[in-house]
């Protein structure tokens, strides 16, 4: 177990907008994410966990930062980055698009927001997007403008989440669409609201259009989350291991453990035989003539052991043949579960151990998501 | 002030090659850096600085991450990267190179080490220069790698560091020229040694290039170091605003304060009548055709106010003429001091204000670096 260190609050990363009013709430964690410190937790992990699965919780996701990419040749660019096919693509409409390099390999995980014809956000895990989207567009000579925009999402997350939303809203928020989402207003403050978030509980993101109402915004669906028992709470670790989602970074990061969308499950988003051209579709189209050599994966962990707090590796005798990329105890499940990448003729192995640093642990590969009794 | 949280400790950022060895010397608070826990302090920050600038100290900056670049076009994608003209570079020798966007902004100040005349490594500040320079030369169709090596820099700053190295390595490491290097090893553990790091002070950084050895390269030093009375601690705040280091990220970062590097007092290093081509060129040379409109440089500070912990407006009235990104109470000049940025024509204001959370403080600007009694 490692003990507590503290953070350091620093000009180097950013604070959210939501920051003052976190503090206030009574953070007692952060995390960095795209270079802004992201509550990661406010003292009562237990109850964070049970109110996202039976309730409604709250969440500084600012650090979800936006790329917008606008102007005559932002859509050519958009469906340049990613291989997912976009053709058809509403305004309104979000669409999970992984971002492969030259080689294929995967960058980031962002939700694309279509806001109109020639304006798109991505909103991105965390790696430098801005970064690779600029270089890009203007290596190519097109005609978009990539900046980040004062954009600060807030996730509301939870089965009771539509009806804070609801009662903030109105009826309307019932019949958005998952990744569905629309530009509004709350009492004057600008904001997109989406139905979106990294749960698989339900719930929205209010993506908050000017920063200096980050407390006023955290104010009212606090308010209004009241009489459903919301709570502060930050993206939760536990959950989106039992629910299978991806955390680019924890599972997969270009420069720490490199992988490609069909290792990762995600090649059902990798269109080759649309005919749009894209970032690495040479490499994907090699990938893709043959099965991936890894995949991603559930794991049954032996034991109750303790989080190791970085990827370790999975191995059978003495060879590597995986790794276990995040480690929790399941209160649904009761027993110990992970996530991770094996070797794909291994997703059948029963002699497999993570090499934790309190020593070997059996560890067994699932299928994604974990299922959870009723 | 800013009361202390905690850090969460997760797979989504990476341990140092140093991290068990700098938890065992006691570290107490971490901040993040290119996706990697980087330590803050060790809980004694006034004998840091202290030790820093009478003594030696050592630091773990592994989280300053290299971005190699090696192949047949290598040495043109690294010089199409940055603005200053990098002809004559040696092999062994390091150089301080801004990279640029196309519209001129500062994306990374980064040493370069020419290790051939085919392999370089920017030892880079916090952001994804990877995804950068890959993207460039990918998009260029030139034949260069584009990686991030296992190589983790280990820091000994100080006006004592010389004698801890020539302990360590002889006393060749003597001759060493600022910035220049030499690709070596310690009882077996393999390093590129270059006299170079984040002070004024003096001192060298061990590129060590097998992460498995971070403990017992941690240990030699120690070793070595405690005739010296060598303790450990990290990249100083203090040392770098009275010594006018730029700390991108702080003092500027395309998505927050974005700069240019003429007004970060970077323009000396950009040739634009070498005639080579790079990244941005069109745009600086547009910008160097009128003096900058904001300049960087330190601030006299009022009083001896807290740190804000983020980047604050300076004000001229009621208007926005620049910011202050960090504030420091400096032992050596016994009063506040800061690094920021000031509109150009008011380098000699003596009417302006740094609006503090506490309330606003009087500033004046000033030459960079301060100058230090003796």
Redesign the interface.
């Known amino acids: 177990m ?14 959210s907008a939501y920051f003052d009013a976190t ?1 206030r709430a009574g ?7 795209n ?1 802004m410190f992201i509550p ?2 406010f003292g009562q992990p237990d109850a964070e966990y049970q109110r996202l699965i039976d309730g409604v919780v709250m969440w500084d996701v600012a650090a979800q ?1 936006q790329v917008e990419i606008s102007g005559p040749d932002a859509a050519k660019l958009v469906q340049y980055l990613t291989p997912r096919n976009l053709a058809g693509t509403k305004v309104g409409q979000g669409r999970y698009v992984p971002i492969c ?2 080689d294929g390999r995967v ?1 980031n995980d962002p939700v694309l927001l279509k806001l109109s014809d020639d304006r798109f956000w991505l909103s991105v895990a ?7 989207a ?3 567009g ?3 000579g097109w005609d978009a403008r990539v900046f ?1 925009p004062d954009v600060s999402p807030l996730a509301v997350q939870g089965p009771k989440a539509v009806d804070v939303i609801t009662s903030l809203f109105g009826d309307w928020v019932r019949d958005l669409r998952y990744f569905g989402f629309r530009e509004t207003e709350l009492d004057g403050i600008p904001l997109v609201l989406a139905r979106s978030g990294w749960s698989k509980q339900g719930g929205y993101e209010l993506y908050l259009m000017d920063s200096r109402h980050g407390t006023a915004l955290w104010d009212r669906v606090e308010k209004a989350g009241a009489p459903f028992g919301i709570i502060p709470g930050a993206p939760n ?1 536990i959950e989106r291991v039992e629910s299978g989602l991806v ?1 680019y ?2 599972d997969m ?4 453990i490199p992988a490609n969308p069909y290792e990762m499950g995600l090649g059902g988003l990798i269109d080759l035989a649309g005919g749009h051209d894209f970032v690495g579709r040479a490499a994907l189209a090699a990938l893709a003539a043959t099965p991936p050599a890894r995949q991603r994966c559930g794991f049954w962990v032996e034991g109750n052991p303790a ?1 190791p ?3 370790v590796a999975v191995t059978q005798g003495d060879t590597v043949v995986g790794y276990l ?2 480690l929790v105890y399941s209160p649904r499940l009761q027993r110990s579960i992970g996530i991770g990448l094996i070797r794909a003729d291994l997703v059948q192995a029963t002699d497999l151990t993570a090499t934790l640093p309190g020593g070997p642990v059996g560890v067994i590969p699932t299928d994604l998501p974990f299922k959870i009794p009723s």
Do not use: M
């Open positions: 490692t003990p507590e260190f503290a953070i350091g609050i620093g000009a180097n990363i950013r604070k503090i953070v007692r964690c952060f995390s960095v994410y270079h990661a937790h930062r390099d030259h960058l965390d790696s430098d997007i801005h970064l690779w600029a270089a890009i203007r290596e190519r980040e670790d955390s970074g924890s990061r270009l420069q720490v989080s707090g970085h990827q990329s995040e």
